[in-house]
Nanobody, 124 residues
């Protein structure tokens, strides 16, 4: 499966962005999907995952209550709605698929498929 992330950009603190991840090849409905983020010098950090049916979602503690993951399998696309953005949300965001433990895969090492990343910058 190939993953293409988009939607990043520059936003002021308190603002919102929606990231998209379009899947091609095998359709996205085959996989649990997720988002991670990374800043220079740090490991890729778990953000959110969604099960292949969309029935279960998980969010990292640092984004819980602010970010929402969803999917539209008709469009083979997964979304990350980010609200109440903070400066510490600044990172490159990567979409991913097929975690070794399904939607409960919280380590970047559990994933074989990655998109190219999209930069999110939050200014004060």
């Amino acid at each position: 499966v190939q993953l293409q992330a988009s939607g990043g950009g520059l936003v002021q603190a308190g603002g919102s962005l929606r990231l998209s991840c379009a899947a091609s090849g095998r359709t996205s409905r085959t996989y649990d999907m997720g988002w991670f983020r990374q800043v220079p010098g740090k490991e890729r950090e778990f953000v959110a995952t969604i099960s292949r049916t969309g029935g279960r979602t998980y969010c990292g503690d640092s984004v819980k209550g602010r970010f929402t993951i969803s999917r539209d399998d008709a469009k083979n696309t997964v979304y990350l709605q980010m609200n109440s953005l903070k400066r510490e949300d600044t990172a490159v965001y990567y979409c991913t698929a097929a975690g070794r433990f399904g939607a409960e895969s919280y380590s970047y090492q559990d994933y074989p498929y990655w998109g190219q990343g999209t930069q999110v910058t939050v200014s004060s």
